[in-house]
């Protein structure tokens, strides 16, 4: 297979973890045939240093011609969020990315590592029951796009925000997790609040109605409030959540914090040609920034998504994410993950990519590639 990916790595440890990333893609395409063009842009400060841009237009075109995006992270330290180069520069950036190519759908996986339960802030015996949970959330939708209004009436002020959903919105997202449920453990928790409000009654119904489609997964409905209790009373009753913009923004925050590090966890948000950006959920860690430190799991793991969202390589996908569970069955730790325990080998970024690495050149190569798609 032959692809073209835009590679932005932007700032902070957004290149250090992107060129790690990148040797993982070149080690997969080495070893199962492939050819993948990477074409480099900026963004972010990074960008706004040469371009004046946090975005420029170079970097939208590069992405434009890429088959997927792979992203890295923007962002400077938070005492200088005041200065031009950093001012608004996730929103100028990342949100008008989401923008630009309509993205439908962000898949957040959450997964505690049968290595890493320790670092889990949950209690040891509802952390031993297995955590491998997926949110898909609706991204174009609910109160994030329709009118903001803040006026004064009667003497005081008010404001509104107007959330709305269609029907095809609702169903190209229930779509997509039904798609997901079906490549993993077969079942899905549609989340809503149909007791109170008109959208999620809407949610509901369409939700049920694309259930009909898919008697192979279990399915089931779900109050936002219920749900929030229950990732943290017992999160290993979910394989996938779908759930409108609002709710899955603030539930996928929630479930981020189960494996313990930011370091772990990958992210995609996809259109519905199946293009996506993906990048790790977390933001720059300027506090780390520079030192070689910083874990590389997150943007490997991004890359691997984006192997089988994107191009259908579930297999080369695969490899990857057993590569990595592979070196951190090993004890590689990067420092934020090591609880110094006799048998963790604390390492660097480049030292756990070197483990991946290894462990990725063990892995057989097999061909079941089957594309999991966002329907139109
Ligand atoms: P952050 O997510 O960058 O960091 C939070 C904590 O997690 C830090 O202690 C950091 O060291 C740690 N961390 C994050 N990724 C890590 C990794 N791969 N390995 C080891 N440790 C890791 O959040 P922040 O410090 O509040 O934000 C820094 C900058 O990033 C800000 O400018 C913020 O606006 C931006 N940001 C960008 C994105 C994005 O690009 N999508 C998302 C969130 C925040």
Request: aromatic residues 8%; proline residues 4%.
């Amino acid at each position: 297979m032959k692809k073209t990916i835009a590679v932005v790595p932007g700032d902070g440890i957004g290149p250090e973890v992107m060129q790690e990333a990148v040797k993982v893609l070149d080690a997969v395409a080495e070893k199962f045939g492939h050819q993948f063009d990477l074409v480099y842009a900026l963004a972010g400060g990074s960008a706004y240093e040469k371009y004046g841009s946090h975005l420029p237009e170079e970097t939208l075109s590069i992405c434009e011609k890429g088959d997927a995006i792979l992203f890295g992270s923007v962002g400077g330290p938070v005492s200088e969020m005041q200065l031009p180069k950093w001012k608004d520069c996730e929103r100028n950036s990342i949100l008008t990315l989401r923008k630009h190519f309509s993205f439908a759908v962000n898949l957040r996986p959450s997964r505690v590592y049968p290595q890493l339960q320790s670092l889990s802030p949950l209690k040891p015996e509802l952390v031993a029951k297995g955590i491998d949970l997926l949110i898909v959330r609706e991204l174009v939708g609910d109160a994030y796009f329709g009118v903001h209004k803040k006026d004064v009436a009667d003497g005081e002020r008010y404001a509104t925000d107007e959330a709305k959903y269609t029907e095809s919105q609702v169903k190209v997202a229930v779509h997509a997790a039904f798609e997901c449920a079906r490549k993993r453990r077969g079942k899905l928790t549609s989340v809503d609040k149909a007791n109170v409000l008109t959208t999620s009654k809407l949610w509901r119904e369409v939700a049920e109605e694309v259930a009909a489609e898919y008697p192979d997964v279990e399915y089931e409905n779900m109050l936002v409030d219920n749900c929030a209790m229950q990732l943290i009373r017992d999160p290993s009753q979910f394989d996938v959540i779908v759930t409108s913009n609002m709710f899955g923004d603030i539930l996928s925050d929630a479930a981020a914090v189960l494996p313990g590090s930011l370091g772990l966890a990958a992210s995609a948000s996809l259109n519905k040609d199946n293009f996506g950006l993906y990048e790790p959920p977390g933001g720059s860690a300027q506090d780390i920034a520079g030192q070689g430190v910083a874990n590389p799991i997150a943007q490997i793991l991004s890359a691997a998504m984006l192997l089988k969202y994107s191009f259908g390589l579930e297999a080369e996908s695969k490899a990857i994410e057993d590569a990595v569970e592979a070196s951190l069955e090993e004890g590689y730790r990067t420092g934020e993950i090591y609880s110094g325990e006799a048998f963790e080998k604390r390492v660097n970024t480049k030292q756990m990519t070197e483990a991946i690495l290894r462990n990725l050149e063990k892995a057989s190569v097999s061909v079941c590639n089957e594309k999991v798609s966002v329907p139109k």
